[in-house]
Structures are given as C-alpha cells and as structure tokens.
C-alpha cells in the first residue's frame, strides 16, 4: 500500500491560550493521512493555559521546517504577543509558504498584527469579533469561515468545526467525517447559550464584566494597528 505524503502541521504554543483552541485542531489534524503535527513555540520552556493545564512544546520557532498547514490558537495570552516581533515575523513567513493558514478565537487577531487579514473575510470569539475591521479584515459572523487558504473558526469549541472542514479540503470530506466519527464528534450541549444571541443577558453581562480588561486592552491594540496601518498607507500615497 501507497504511504500518503506527509502533511507538516505546526501549532503556534503560547502562554495562557485556551487550550481547546490548541487541543481540538490537534485531535482532528493529528489523524489526517500522513499528518506530522508538531507544536511550536518562542523557548522550550513549558506554558500553562488560563486554566493552568500545562503544555509543553516539541520544538522552538525557529526549528520548524516549512509547514503545510500553520495553526494559529487564540485566548488572553494573545494579547501579549501582538508587537512581539519574533512571533509576528515567524507568522508572516510560514504563511506566505503554507497551504493552509488556521486560525482559531482570538488567533485571528495574531494574524492581523502579522498584517495576514487585510482584504480577507475572517471570525473570531465574539468578544473581539468588532475588532476584525481594524485589521483590515471584513468580520463575518459565522462558526467557520473560509477565504482561499485561510480558514478561521470562531471562539473556543469552533475550533474542531473549523479543522474539520480543513481537513475535507486537505484529504476530501470522507476522511474528515471519518475523523468526525471516530472522535465521536455529535454534540448535544445541555444548553442553548453559546453565543450572545442566545445566552441569557444576565450570563452575558457577566461574561462581558469579567472580560472587560482585556477588550479594552485589545481595542487600544487593534486602534494603534489601524492608525499605523492608516499613517503608512499615507505615506505611500
């Protein structure tokens, strides 16, 4: 029997992610046909999640071979990360080779500061979703979303939708519904709040209070990209 070509799939491991985010595209990537997926981060060191969960990465940045699919996660530590230039540079670089740029929550966001959402149509956790414009991104409000070789998956848990359909482009819907039932991927959540149109408003006021530090250090963020953005674009003109 035929081996199946590899796949390089690399994951971007950053302090505090949330690590569903990581986790969820790494139980459906990891058994695509051929796949070698590998984590990658600044340093060796270990992180933790924002749940404390450790994890520990098999390799730096700058050992990663040209990747095939570069998966981007998101979660609070993102913020951290959006003028580190290693990071952003090291992103630039792998997507400009990649077949496939992945992104989910608030890795959108990285990939921004990158400068890799001008033009394109792109979703992110909903708390930050508004913030997609001043990216230069058109923000669609959708679970998953596909432009060319980018794909971006909302918040969190959109994550396993999003690296299905990735996988579907990558080997044909047949070998991700067979990863989608191997997993047992069929949910039925108890309740009927996992975004804010359907939440309680009294959930989402508080999910909006308890995050209201970071949104505001994500829109300072995303106002000090749009102007540079801006001022350059004059510049040139």
Do not use: N
Not at 177 to 182: A, E, G, K, S, Y
Request: aromatic share 4%; proline share 6%; charged share 20%.
């Amino acid at each position: 029997m035929a081996e199946h070509p590899v796949i390089e799939i690399g994951s971007l491991l950053i302090d505090r992610l949330d690590q569903i985010d990581l986790t969820g595209p790494f139980e459906v990537l990891s058994r695509l046909p051929g796949a070698r997926h590998r984590i990658y981060a600044r340093t060796m060191e270990p992180v933790r999640d924002i749940m404390g969960l450790r994890l520990v990465p098999d390799a730096t940045l700058a050992e990663a071979p040209r990747l095939d699919v570069l998966h981007v996660p998101g979660g609070p530590g993102q913020e951290d990360l959006m003028r580190d230039e290693a990071v952003l540079s090291w992103l630039r670089a792998q997507a400009a080779g990649a077949r496939k740029v992945f992104s989910v929550c608030t890795g959108a966001l990285l990939l921004g500061a990158a400068g890799l959402l001008r033009g394109r149509r792109a979703t992110t956790h909903w708390a930050s979703h508004d913030l997609l414009p001043l990216y230069g991104a058109t923000a669609v409000d959708a679970r998953v979303v596909v432009d060319g070789d980018f794909v971006f998956a909302a918040g969190v848990t959109a994550g396993i939708d999003g690296a299905l359909a990735l996988a579907a482009e990558l080997c044909g819907a047949q070998a991700a519904q067979r990863i989608q039932l191997d997993i047992a991927y069929a949910p039925e959540p108890p309740f009927d709040s996992g975004t804010p149109d359907t939440a309680p408003a009294s959930v989402l006021a508080a999910a909006r209070a308890a995050g209201a530090d970071l949104r505001r250090r994500r829109e300072e963020t995303a106002a000090r990209f749009a102007a540079a953005a801006a001022a350059g674009e004059a510049a040139r003109g």
